[in-house]
């Protein structure tokens, strides 16, 4: 991946940690990024077109495949993708069930949109780290992380939309009045506590996205490096521990995607809760 006929493992890492960013450059515009340097000049508004394009493609390819599960669904003899399709439906309606205890029924649906959505997107963190880099490269196209869960910008891109349904949701439910008061007497209800009630409270509200979103980032960016390591190891090494390493990341990947529903969920219950 590098030029020259030699790759060095700094650059390897780099290489496949670094996105496909398009923004604009100080000194060359509005262009793509051919270095990890450039994509930093190119400050906060540069976007990932990696991240962007396989998380809209696993969308996608969720609904896809829940929409063919629905038109093919049958009352006699279900089918593979109905049986899983409807394994999945039972499971997150019995996990919505048990965390959320208001009025709601977008919430079930929003719970099986995160949960499948993740899991797609982490899934692809099975796939063999050089094959689509190498693959991009032949294209033209000089880096591409095919993860979307790899980049902090797309956990704290599903957690705010979270947070921003927490807000709607309190201020809906119990009105502004009323949210407001949750903040200034919890936990002491006490006038003199207020401020700080109020500060213990803001600060619990805000963490909660990013404990969602960096929850999520943490461990899927540190499988992946992992599985970069890996790749920089003898021929025969890399097949004695990638593919455990591969085996036990599967559990991983979908319990992450279940924490982060069913934190998800949780903080929507409290949301609509009167205290």
């Known amino acids: 991946m590098a030029a020259g006929n030699e790759v060095s493992p700094a650059y390897y890492i780099q290489h496949h940690l670094q996105n496909l960013t398009f923004g604009k450059h100080p000194e060359n515009g509005w262009s793509l990024a051919h270095s990890a340097e450039e994509a930093r000049e190119m400050g906060f508004w540069a976007i990932h077109l990696d991240t962007m394009g396989w998380s809209i493609a696993m969308g996608l390819l969720f609904i896809w495949l829940f929409r063919k599960a629905g038109k093919v669904a049958t009352t006699g ?6 049986n899983i399709v409807e394994m999945v439906f039972e499971f997150i ?22 949960f499948v959505w993740i899991l797609f997107m982490n899934t692809l963190k099975i796939l063999p780290v050089d094959y689509f880099p190498e693959l991009f490269k032949r294209l ?9 869960t790899t980049d902090p910008n797309a956990t704290l891109g599903m957690a705010f939309g979270v947070f921003c349904l927490i807000i709607y ?11 407001a008061k949750e903040l200034s007497f919890t936990p002491f209800n006490h006038w003199a506590l207020i401020p700080f009630n109020l500060l213990l409270e803001i600060v ?22 992992i599985f970069i390591l890996i790749a920089l190891l003898p021929f025969w090494a890399i097949w004695l521990l990638d593919v455990p390493w591969a085996i036990f990341h599967i559990l991983i990947i979908v319990l992450q995607a279940f924490i982060f529903t069913v934190l998800s969920v949780v903080y929507l219950s409290a949301a609509h809760e009167h205290h």
């Open 77 to 82: 003899v279900p089918g593979t993708l109905q």
């Open 140 to 148: 033209g196209v000089d880096y591409m992380k095919i993860v979307p």
């Open 93 to 114: 309606e019995n996990t919505t069930r048990a965390t959320f205890h208001g009025n709601n029924s977008k919430i079930a649906p929003l719970a099986l949109t995160l």
């Open 169 to 179: 949701y309190s201020i809906k439910i119990k009105g502004v009045g009323g949210f």
């Open 204 to 225: 619990a509200l805000l963490v909660k996205p990013f404990s969602l979103a960096m929850r999520l980032f943490g461990n899927m960016f540190a499988g992946e490096v």
